[in-house]
């Protein structure tokens, strides 16, 4: 199915990064390693690769990913892009310094927790975690994101699953849009940055 859906000419959901990762990107050291899920065509992966980053991407669609390669090649940056499927990942354990997941809300429940799991698990301590994604509000909006609002995300779901971490920031709001013909109008949003406990990353390791 996303074979199909990015097998277009344009960028689906285009070239440029998502807002809440632009707002973000001044918090994150240049250097550090991160870990962009479910990345598709690349906006988001290259933009930290622009920033300083060392950046792993992965995507279960080769289709998104091989124009992933060729965003990263005309932006001039280094991002190791990876076809895996997100239920697959290995999810090293304290891998990274950062994960970054964004929109990748086609997860079932129990697939979610099994997910939100491993992106804990591969955290440096101190390592940071953003998430943005679709409130189940999203679903009267029809912008995008698909129509099944248990898929969505809520601040009690997020505050839950990486219970231990530091919020930084946990908020829903409203606002317009404007990311391809994918997302595309007024959405109902929500943002999570949050910290994992136990002090500064060692940058110094290996991956």
């Not at 991160?34 to 990345?39: C, G, N, S, Y």
């Not at 080769?62 to 990942?89: H, P, S, Y």
């Not at 698909?146 to 219970?163: M, N, Q, V």
């Amino acid at each position: 199915m996303w074979d199909e859906r990015y097998a277009i000419d344009d960028y689906l959901f285009g070239t440029e990064p998502a807002d809440f990762l632009r707002r973000e990107v001044d918090a994150l050291e240049p250097g550090a390693h991160a870990l962009v899920i479910a990345d598709g065509e690349g906006r988001n992966s290259v933009f930290l690769a622009e920033r300083g980053l060392r950046v792993t991407a992965m995507d279960a669609s080769a289709v998104a990913i091989g124009k992933a390669r060729r965003l990263a090649a005309a932006r001039e940056v280094d991002v190791d892009f990876v076809v895996a499927d997100l239920l697959a990942w290995s999810w090293d354990e304290a891998a990274v310094d950062v994960v970054v997941g964004i929109f990748f809300q086609f997860l079932e429940p129990d697939e979610r927790a099994v997910v939100f799991e491993g992106m804990a698990r591969t955290l440096r301590p101190g390592g940071r975690l953003l998430v943005h994604g679709y409130r189940p509000e999203q679903v009267a909006y029809g912008t995008g994101g698909g129509p099944r609002p248990e898929l969505k995300y809520t601040e009690a779901l997020l505050r839950t699953a990486f219970a231990g971490f530091t919020i930084d920031r946990l908020e829903g709001y409203d606002t317009e849009i404007a990311e391809g013909s994918g997302h595309l109008g007024m959405s109902a949003l929500i943002d999570l940055v949050a910290t994992k406990p136990g002090g500064e990353p060692d940058r110094t390791a290996a991956g």
